[in-house]
């Protein structure tokens, strides 16, 4: 199970496994998350296994679309399935009780309202059903999601192999929300496999550079 943001900042290898859809995460006896005891740091690396591990759909109303914290992976929001959105209540608590976000914290998203579905069991963005068309959606994500105010509105994100950010790109916290889900539905569907995966170099850390998410000058 991964245990930082999906892709994010990971530029070497293109070749990349399917998440886990394993539901457990020290689960308590009633099955919500036990985040008793955690930090700030081990929440953010619960908050998104906890996304990885809740991926598993019947039916478009499995899914949903719901935010964290500022400061917490998917603040802005995320692709989930109910019984996933269900149980991050326990983290958010536990994060607010902590006060891990500071009362500085800035969290500007931008209108974000997603049409969520099942595809083939995993939840996505609704009606990606095509390896192509996750491609399409993928360059569409990017090319919508740049602009920014500060360097911490922005992210280097990569993705796998034959997706547009296969060598990066830089996007706001939106278009990393986007991408991560994309990546996820490309990835269980194997669209990566037989895909153009050239060696990438590091693209480099993202900036806010006069409005736009950009390589750092």
Same mark, same amino acid.
């Given at each position: 199970m991964r245990t #930082?943001?999906?892709l994010i900042l990971l530029v070497s290898g293109c070749t990349r496994n399917a998440l886990s859809q394993d539901d457990s995460l020290d689960a308590g006896a009633d099955g919500s998350p036990d985040a008793s005891g955690d930090t700030?740091?081990?929440?953010? #690396? @619960?908050?998104?296994?906890?996304?990885?591990?809740h991926q598993a759909c019947a039916s478009d109303p499995d899914c949903t679309f719901t935010? #964290?914290?500022?400061?917490l992976p998917d603040a802005c929001g995320g692709i989930i399935n109910a019984t996933g959105a269900a149980g991050l209540g326990t983290f958010l608590s536990s994060w607010d009780a902590q006060q891990c976000g500071g009362t500085g914290a800035r969290c500007s998203c931008p209108a974000l309202f997603?049409?969520?579905?099942?595809?083939a069991g995993v939840c996505g963005?609704?009606?990606?059903? #095509?390896? @192509?068309?996750l491609r399409t959606q993928a360059q569409?994500?990017?090319?919508?999601?740049?602009?920014?105010?500060? @360097?911490? @509105?922005?992210?280097t994100v990569t993705?796998?192999?034959?997706? =547009?950010?296969?060598c990066g790109a830089y996007v706001n916290q939106a278009g990393k929300s986007a991408l991560e889900s994309i990546d996820q539905q490309y990835q269980s569907m194997q669209c990566q496999i037989g895909q153009p995966c050239p060696p990438c170099?590091? =693209?480099? =850390?993202a900036a806010c550079n006069l409005g736009v998410c950009g390589r750092k000058m």
């Open positions: #930082t943001a999906i700030c740091a081990q929440l953010a #690396t @619960d908050v998104t296994a906890w996304y990885a591990a935010s #964290t914290r500022c400061g997603p049409q969520v579905g099942c595809n963005i609704k009606g990606a059903t #095509t390896c @192509d068309g569409a994500a990017i090319d919508a999601n740049q602009g920014c105010v500060h @360097d911490s @509105d922005c992210f993705g796998s192999c034959g997706l =547009p950010a296969v170099a590091f =693209p480099g =850390p």
